[in-house]
């Protein structure tokens, strides 16, 4: 089975651009969770999509977006960047069926956000 | 405030070493999450646990949920145990967050 896989790899931005980052999750899993990390603040949790629904939510600001389509892909969307948004963006797939709390969480390899 | 807190925050040992890594948190928790990085960012789920104790080859988690701490423990540790471990408890009443995750130990494994 293939892995957790995002595009692109690597990015870089300049202040005021917008960013659209994808995850393509596991075949079958249906929940796309996307976190943030970077060296001051460590991981930090963006949002969640299970079938298509955004079913939670992390503490960032509206310019942080992200949708889900039915093959379960996910897209997140940055705007109006800022340099603090510099950061390495993981998305993580699983089944979804528990709720999250106990499904194991598949991490694809991230990509590095660079913005100027 | 952080919910999280994960001791030692560095750790050095020799291979063969046994490791204790210890998370304590103040959240009501449904479970929690061990997670390994290694350089270059790629990080692997190794433990769900709610209760009690779980062992994978060398690895071996334990949870008490009444004292709100988990340990993650390195038998025999090796160079390739080389690594960030990070805890994620995942709490019970969803504040918006759905994992809260510790700072991380760094771990190096010397030959």
């Known amino acids: 089975k293939a892995g957790v896989t995002q595009t692109p790899r690597y990015l870089i931005k300049t202040r005021g651009q917008q960013v659209t980052l994808s995850c393509s999750p596991i075949?079958?899993?249906?929940?796309v969770s996307w976190y943030q990390q970077t060296p001051g603040q460590g991981l930090q949790f963006l949002f969640e999509?299970?079938?298509?629904?955004?079913?939670n939510k992390g503490n960032f600001p509206g310019r942080f977006s992200g949708r889900q389509f039915s093959n379960s892909r996910s897209e997140m969307n940055v705007s109006t960047l800022e340099l603090g948004d510099s950061a390495l963006y993981l998305c993580?797939?699983?089944?979804?069926?528990?709720?999250?709390?106990?499904?194991?969480?598949?991490f694809g390899p991230g990509t590095r956000l660079t913005v100027l | 405030k952080n919910e999280v807190e994960q001791s030692p925050q560095n750790l050095t040992a020799q291979e063969g070493e046994f490791i204790t890594i210890n998370c304590s948190y103040s959240?009501?928790?449904?479970?929690l999450h061990w997670l390994q990085q290694h350089p270059g960012g790629g990080i692997v789920s190794l433990f769900m646990?709610?209760?009690g104790k779980k062992k994978h080859g060398r690895l071996i988690a334990t949870i008490n949920i009444q004292e709100k701490h988990s340990s993650l423990h390195i038998t025999a540790s090796h160079p390739r145990d080389s690594a960030v471990y990070i805890c994620?408890?995942?709490?019970?009443?969803?504040?918006?967050?759905?994992?809260?995750f510790g700072t991380g130990t760094s771990l190096t494994v010397i030959p």
């Open positions: 993580a797939s699983s089944l979804g069926s528990a709720g999250g709390s106990t499904d194991t969480q598949y």
């Open positions: 075949s079958g899993h249906r929940s």
């Open positions: 999509y299970f079938s298509e629904t955004q079913r």
């Open positions: 959240v009501g928790i449904s479970a």
């Open positions: 646990l709610s209760s």
């Open positions: 994620a408890p995942y709490p019970r009443l969803h504040t918006g967050n759905q994992f809260y």
